[in-house]
């Protein structure tokens, strides 16, 4: 029973971290002269695209309709952007999302299976927010235009 009380919240991750500033801008065009920084970029995106994938195959496994949501309409003024803009950022964006799973893991506790997934998933977005705050804070500011 505590799996199903607990399913419309790990949706709302699924949502959350699948229409991340991390996933729009990994799909989009945002340019960056620094080729090791966007490869970095793009296994960052990959690494939350895997833990999505995660949530949504429990929630498949437990037969819950899962609703991959949309990207927030805000994302759509951030286009044709430099990376090194933008990742200040999603370095803030990634660390609510490393708050919001910590809340989860306390909201589910009586969901084991979850737990544990929240818990591997919660570690891989932290790593990726402390290497997005590393990556940010070496770049040299770009002056507004």
């Given at each position: 029973m505590a799996a199903i009380q607990h399913n419309?919240?790990?949706?709302?991750?699924?949502v959350d971290l699948g229409r991340s500033l991390l996933q729009y801008v990994g799909e989009g065009s945002a340019w960056?002269?620094?080729?090791?920084?966007?490869?970095?970029?793009?296994?960052?995106?990959?690494?939350?695209?895997?833990?999505?994938?995660?949530?949504?195959?429990?929630?498949?496994?437990?037969?819950?309709?899962?609703?991959?949501?949309v990207y927030p309409n805000e994302f759509t003024d951030l286009q044709f952007l430099s990376l090194k803009y933008l990742l200040p950022k999603i370095s803030t964006a990634q660390d609510r999302l490393v708050a919001e799973l910590d809340e989860?893991?306390?909201?589910?506790v009586d969901d084991p299976e979850a737990v544990t997934l929240l818990r591997e998933i919660e570690a891989n977005e932290c790593r990726i927010a402390e290497e997005l705050r590393s990556a940010a804070a070496s770049l040299t500011p770009v002056a507004a235009a």
């Open positions: 419309a919240k790990l949706n709302d991750l699924v960056c002269s620094d080729k090791q920084l966007q490869q970095r970029f793009q296994a960052w995106a990959e690494s939350q695209r895997q833990d999505v994938g995660r949530l949504v195959e429990l929630l498949w496994n437990r037969g819950w309709p899962v609703d991959l949501g989860a893991v306390h909201t589910c």
